[in-house]
């Protein structure tokens, strides 16, 4: 029996190893061009989401898979870096995902990335039983261990989170079982077949309980049963966009597992999403709790 132990939130998902590299254009077919720079750090929604919960003043925990190669060890060592718990973290002999991001000037960014076909987790095959979570994140990926964990949760009644960022079986089957549906403005209109965010917004109402659709730099659109909004993103001057999202997640995660105002919670979380684009690696730009305040503070 593994040994217990508590988190605000437990992240379960999708981890990469991510190359990121800094450019001044978008190459051309069989254009060959230079980076100006370089960051390499571990990725993937879920396993960024958890690394920011730790940095933000959290306790969190990973679930999901790893390979046993060089990108699985050095992803492993980063999140026991962060403090990040990896007891529910599967190592096995399929290759860890690699994404390679090219960055060009204000932020815009390319991803190109490789999956194993065969490294998605089995229904049982993490024991989530010694874990204790506040609040549990989904980000659509490993659906064989989400989807009974999800309803595991609803049974217990541990809020749970969806990062729906595109339309696929997972984040759609997802999509109807967690308390909190954030989806980017991709799947919204995608899900809901519509053109306006807005209209797109009252169809992810009816699908779950809160639902919000992040929307960049246009800000944050949000619906509570009768209750509705728009949180306005903070102004940065963006180096890469990459892993803003997930710091978003991990932000408002943090902020349903300790029961904060939703207006608290989505000023927080826009704020580090916002920190996060001013530095290029995904994961290098989370900011700390520190970071977020000061930031916050300069401008009330």
């Known amino acids: 029996m593994p040994k217990s132990f508590s988190v605000d939130v437990l992240c379960v998902g999708y981890a990469s190893f991510d190359l990121t590299m800094l450019v001044d254009h ?50 492993l060592a980063e999140l026991a870096t962060e403090g990040v718990r990896t007891e ?15 960055v060009k000037p204000g932020g815009d960014r390319t991803v190109v990335a490789y999956k194993a076909a065969d490294s998605g ?19 659509g990926h490993q659906t064989a261990v989400s989807l009974p964990l999800a309803d595991a949760a ?19 089957a997802l999509a109807r079982k967690v308390d909190y549906l954030v989806a980017s403005e991709k799947f919204a209109l995608r899900f809901s ?20 659709i992040t929307m960049g730099e246009r800000g944050i659109l949000w619906k509570s049963g009768a209750e509705e909004g ?11 966009t990459t892993g803003a999202g997930d710091t978003f997640h991990g932000a408002f995660a943090l902020g349903v597992s300790r029961g904060q ?7 927080y979380a826009g704020a580090a999403a916002a920190l ?12 700390t709790h520190g970071e977020v305040e000061r930031f916050l503070h300069a401008r009330r």
């Open 193 to 212: 077949g519509e053109q306006d965010p807005r209209k797109a917004l009252h169809v992810l109402g009816r699908t779950a309980p809160f639902a919000a």
């Open 154 to 172: 609803g049974k217990s009644g541990i809020p749970t989170i969806l990062d729906a960022g595109s339309v696929r079986e997972g984040t759609v």
């Open 121 to 139: 987790l089995r229904e049982k095959e993490v024991d989530f039983s010694a874990c204790s979570a506040g609040a549990i994140l989904f980000d």
């Open 276 to 287: 996060c684009c001013t530095k290029a690696g995904a994961r290098l730009g989370i900011p």
């Open 88 to 102: 529910l973290v599967v190592r096995g002999p399929h290759a860890t995902a690699l994404s390679v991001i090219l």
């Open 26 to 75: 978008h190459p051309a077919a069989n254009e060959k061009c230079f980076a100006s720079a370089m960051a390499e750090c571990g990725g993937g929604p879920a396993a960024n989401a958890a690394v920011a919960v730790a940095r933000l003043g959290g306790t969190s925990a990973f679930a999901g898979y790893l390979g046993d190669d060089s990108f699985g060890a050095r992803h």
């Open 230 to 240: 728009m949180m306005p993103a903070f102004s940065v001057d963006a180096i890469d």
């Open 261 to 267: 105002s939703m207006n608290t919670i989505l000023e």
